[in-house]
Structures are given as C-alpha cells and as structure tokens.
Nanobody, 121 residues
Framework: QVQLVESGGGLVQPGGSLRLSCAAS????????MRWYRQAPGKQRELVAV???????NYVDSVKGRFTISRDNAKNTVYLQMNSLKPEDTAVYYC???????????????WGQGTQVTVSS
C-alpha cells in the first residue's frame, strides 16, 4: 500500500504564508510526477502546481510568483510554499503522486486526504 499524508494547513491572514508538506510512505519503488490540487467550496478541483522527478515545475496562472512547489526525493515528500496568500486561495489542498510500487509493474495514482487552508482576516 501507499499512503500520502498532507500537513501544514491552517488559518492565515491575507498576505501571510503557509508551507504544506505531503509525505508518501509504503511500498514505494519510484515516484514520478507530484502535484498539488485544491478545491474551494462549490468549485471543481483545480490543479495548482506540478513537479517532475527531475525538478521541472509548472503552476496555474493565479499562483505564479506566489507559490513554490519543491520535493525531497530522498524523503518522498513534496512541499508547497505559499506566500502572499489571498482569500481566494482558501480551499482544501490535496497532494497527488504517480507511484510505482515495489510489488507492481504498473504506475498508480495516489491522493492524500487533504488539508484545509483558510485565508481570512
């Protein structure tokens, strides 16, 4: 089995910062792409940031220049540094990863349980 566990969410004032973490554990052989999604109340889930195993990144336009995705391959962990937060960043943030398990020859798509980020004064 593979588990992804997010942490680091919370309540922050507009203009503030938060750092989300997502640690993958279990029978992992390799992790390829890792992603952060978010879902605000009444809205569809949105892809926020992507990072490949080689470190290439991409962001949705609304967070460019404010959010930074990074990863520690040795720890099977992906991070999302969020600066200059706005009320519209309020959402549940989910991590997602393409994982090759030690006991499988097929890549699997795994999700964390989500962490709430609320930006409010």
């Amino acid at each position: 089995q593979v588990q992804l566990v997010e942490s680091g969410g919370g309540l922050v004032q507009p203009g503030g910062s938060l750092r989300l973490s997502c640690a993958a554990s279990g029978s992992i052989f390799m992790i390829n792409v890792m992603r952060w999604y978010r879902q605000a109340p009444g809205k569809q889930r949105e892809l926020v940031a992507v990072i490949t195993s080689g470190g290439s990144t991409n962001y949705v336009d609304s967070v460019k220049g404010r959010f930074t995705i990074s990863r520690d391959n040795a720890k099977n962990t992906v991070y999302l540094q969020m600066n200059s937060l706005k009320p519209e960043d309020t959402a549940v943030y989910y991590c997602n990863a393409d994982v090759l398990r030690q006991d499988s020859k097929y890549w699997g798509d795994y999700w964390g349980q989500g962490t709430q980020v609320t930006v409010s004064s």
